[in-house]
């Protein structure tokens, strides 16, 4: 049973209250301050190792005609680059790093160049992104948050991936003179490319190295102003073993997994049993994990699922991609 806390604003849900041993001493540091700082728009659950923070589409994408287009962040707070950022958080950057401390992360650090200016690719943890908002008809929608953004030069959505948590970075404020989070004076949140260190998770990407390569996705954002979740997901990742009892052989049912699963980027295996069952092992995180069990619940059209039965496994690491077996 999860228990609710709350650290100077910011909303924790854990089973436990004992600290976690395994935090670096800068993550430790950075902690000890998180009840200075006033937070309202997070909410935490620890036990699960995600963060949710409430957001809307931008309204100012498209206002500089001079960018054609084109996008620099997936998500900004108030103050930061809404004309070059899909989505504007209602959490500051300081409660968004204050809630990603609290689920047991340590900071990493942003893209940069060594001595011999070579490119160093940005190092830490890594965190599923995933978006939700209700349709106009009120049906849940959930979709990894890479969906929202288009590859102008791959000529498809953006491809699946981790965000790394690199942390932003500290230095003075120069009205304060006080040593800060670089991304509280910038209050850009998420970069799609390697090039703001003030950030606190960067796209790993090769594409990220190109600033132009991306642009939101008209398919499947809502319109501006639209209100939604984006989910920071944690967990560590995990495997389910998921039997599907009904109408699902002979109807597209192993197509439709095979599909869903590249959607969510998720792991694993699809094949029919000789009962007439279907049988699915998934790999991934906490939270494409649950949109998938949903999707399949529902199954294609032509199918009608009676009951689905499910068993959390550890994540073996055998699969890179998910296959349709006979």
């Known amino acids: 049973m999860s228990l609710t806390h709350r650290y100077g604003g910011v909303l924790v849900l854990s089973g436990s209250n004992r600290d976690r041993a395994t935090m670096c001493a800068g993550t430790t540091v950075a902690l000890m301050l998180l009840t200075l700082h006033a937070i309202s728009a997070v909410e935490v659950s620890v036990d699960d190792r995600t963060v949710r923070v409430g957001a809307t589409v931008s309204t100012e994408l498209g206002a500089h005609a001079i960018l054609e287009g084109a996008i620099e962040y997936l998500a900004c707070s108030q103050g930061g680059k809404a004309y070059e950022s899909v989505l504007m958080l209602d959490a500051s950057p300081?409660?968004?790093?204050?809630?990603?401390?609290?689920?047991?992360?340590?900071v990493g650090s942003p893209a940069t160049y060594d001595a011999e200016d070579n490119r160093v690719a940005p190092h830490g943890p890594e965190i599923t992104l995933m978006v939700e908002w209700a349709s106009a008809t009120g049906t849940p929608v959930r979709m990894r948050a890479e969906d929202l953004i288009y590859n102008t030069n791959a000529e498809?959505?953006?491809?699946?991936?981790?965000?790394?948590?690199?942390?932003?970075?500290?230095?003075?404020?120069p009205e304060t003179e006080e040593q800060v989070l670089q991304a509280t004076l910038t209050a850009n949140v998420i970069s799609t490319h390697q090039s703001d260190p003030s950030v606190l998770l960067q796209n790993p990407l090769v594409a990220a190295m190109d600033e132009t390569s991306y642009r939101v996705n008209e398919q499947t954002l809502?319109?501006?102003?639209?209100?939604l979740t984006l989910i920071f997901d944690a967990s560590?990742?995990?495997?389910?073993?998921?039997?599907?009892?009904?109408?699902?052989q002979g109807v597209g049912f192993r197509a439709f997994t095979q599909e869903q699963a590249a959607l969510l980027g998720v792991i694993g295996y699809v094949r029919n049993l000789t009962d007439g069952r279907v049988e699915v092992l998934v790999e991934g995180r906490r939270a494409v994990l649950a949109e998938m069990m949903r999707r399949l619940e529902t199954g294609p059209a032509a199918a009608e699922v009676r009951s689905v039965e499910t068993e959390d496994l550890p994540s073996s690491g055998e699969y890179e991609t998910f296959t349709i077996r006979n």
């Open 94 to 106: 300081r409660d968004i790093y204050d809630g990603l401390l609290r689920v047991g992360l340590a």
């Open 156 to 173: 498809r959505p953006m491809a699946r991936t981790d965000w790394i948590f690199t942390g932003s970075r500290m230095m003075e404020d």
């Open 222 to 227: 809502p319109a501006p102003g639209s209100p």
């Open 236 to 248: 560590q990742p995990g495997a389910r073993r998921v039997f599907v009892t009904g109408k699902v």
